[in-house]
């Protein structure tokens, strides 16, 4: 702002020096008449940014998706309105925008006139290159005179937060789940009865819901349609649980083993409930998080938002913490547990001699492949490296996961 100040300074002086030379070499009145008439210009520009710097007052408002995904576009609209007695020219501003790419960071959007009342809607947006949880805003407001030579600000604390979720990619292909019992939390409900439903409640009415599921006592009741709700006593459901210690988070940047665990836990996330499983989620990034088992878009949602800001916090290894994770892992449920293929042996030795009926799909990161991604292992050599560190992990039927290599990929090659 300073620079677009000084430029104008320095034209007006520049025009100031010929109209003293001209005026020199003919008449010097006809310089005192241009030297009056400019500083009357800047004497009335100056007078007008205080009057307005004293009266200003913008209202800013932002609309900004609350979610996006991982390398995906930001579409943000902002509307300004001018509430003062007097119009405002060439007004900047100034909007921050942490989520968007280095480069891409500070918007500035301009407007050269508002008349008093009026408002302007102005739409832009940002790419975002990395997952993380990001508050857009503050704003800040240049006011110019007309002519450009004064300036004030003004900040205004208008803030949106947005979370940048994790890309997944499609899994076709996932090993079979246990079939569990429904826990009390996170009751998953159906519209019609059958030989596994249980009548426990009411609700209202939704539509799509069927007439014969009316409950007319509480219709009454309540002057609104009321329908019979069932809980399902015999589902599928399955525990995500990972690590990210932060002195194993081989690799750089998105071919790191903390990016590839995420993006791996919010696929297979996304694929459970496509399939209408339970999920719950139970992972360690300097703290112990635990999302109970649930369904439905919200619960997704949460989980998700998690996977956003996670990072390789953990000061501790896998080993240290099983027998914590353990205590939240019920009988009858899939544990799927995405490790580095030396951590991952704790989990098998363990396992068996805490709980029961838990089938464990094994998702492996290859922690080699992530300190040279550029050297490529044979099948036999990945074989070696599991049975030095985890024997008996192959009996699980494990999925493998090198650094360069498609995730995707992985998933095609499982034997169901």
């Known amino acids: ?158 803030y949106s937060q947005v979370y940048v979720y994790p890309r997944i990619f499609p899994i076709y292909k996932f090993p079979r789940l246990a079939k569990g019992i429904q826990p009390w939390f996170g009751i998953n409900t159906a519209r019609s009865s059958g030989d596994e439903d249980e009548f426990f409640g009411v609700r209202e009415y939704k539509d799509g819901d069927p007439i014969k599921r009316i409950h007319w006592a509480s219709t009454a009741k309540k002057n609104r349609l009321i329908v019979k709700q069932f809980q399902n006593q015999s589902f599928y459901r399955a525990t995500v649980i990972f690590n990210l210690e932060k002195d194993k988070d081989y690799g750089q940047d998105k071919e790191s083993i903390t990016e590839y665990t995420v993006k791996i836990a919010a696929s297979v996330c996304k694929y459970l409930f496509d399939s209408s499983v339970s999920i719950e989620m139970i992972a360690h990034a300097g703290e112990i998080v635990h999302i109970p088992f649930n369904r439905g878009s919200e619960h997704l949602d949460n989980i998700f938002k998690f996977l956003a800001v996670a990072r ?74 599991i049975k030095i560190h985890s024997p008996g992990l192959a009996n699980f039927n494990p999925v493998f996961f090198t650094c360069g290599v498609n995730p995707q990929e992985s998933f095609l090659n499982i034997r169901q």
């Open 1 to 158: 702002m300073f620079k677009r100040c000084a430029v104008k300074w320095g034209f007006l002086l520049l025009i100031a020096a010929a109209n003293f030379i001209i005026g020199y070499r003919t008449s010097i009145k006809f310089f005192y008449f241009f030297f009056g008439f400019l500083s009357c210009l800047i004497f009335l520009s100056l007078l007008w940014t205080i009057l307005a710097a004293l009266t200003s007052r913008i209202s800013l408002a932002r609309k900004a998706g609350g979610k996006v995904i991982e390398d995906d576009v930001l579409e943000i609209e902002t509307t300004l309105i001018n509430k003062t007695v007097l119009p405002l020219f060439n007004v900047v501003l100034e909007e921050s925008l942490p989520c968007a790419s280095a480069g891409e960071r500070v918007k500035f959007v301009f407007f050269d006139f508002l008349a008093p009342g009026s408002s302007r809607v102005v739409k832009y947006s940002c790419a975002c290159p990395d997952r993380g949880k990001y508050m857009l805003g503050p704003f800040r407001a240049y006011f110019f005179d007309p002519l450009g030579l004064f300036f004030f600000e003004k900040r205004y604390n208008v």
């Open 312 to 385: 390789p916090e953990s000061g501790v290894g896998l080993a240290d913490i099983i027998p914590e994770f353990l205590s939240y892992i019920p009988d009858d449920t899939t544990l799927i547990v995405i490790a580095t293929v030396e951590d991952l042996g704790y989990i098998a030795q363990m396992l068996p001699l805490a709980k029961g009926n838990i089938s464990l799909v094994p998702l492996v990161l290859i922690s080699s492949t992530f300190l040279s991604p550029s050297g490529k292992l044979e099948k036999a050599d990945i074989l070696k490296d």
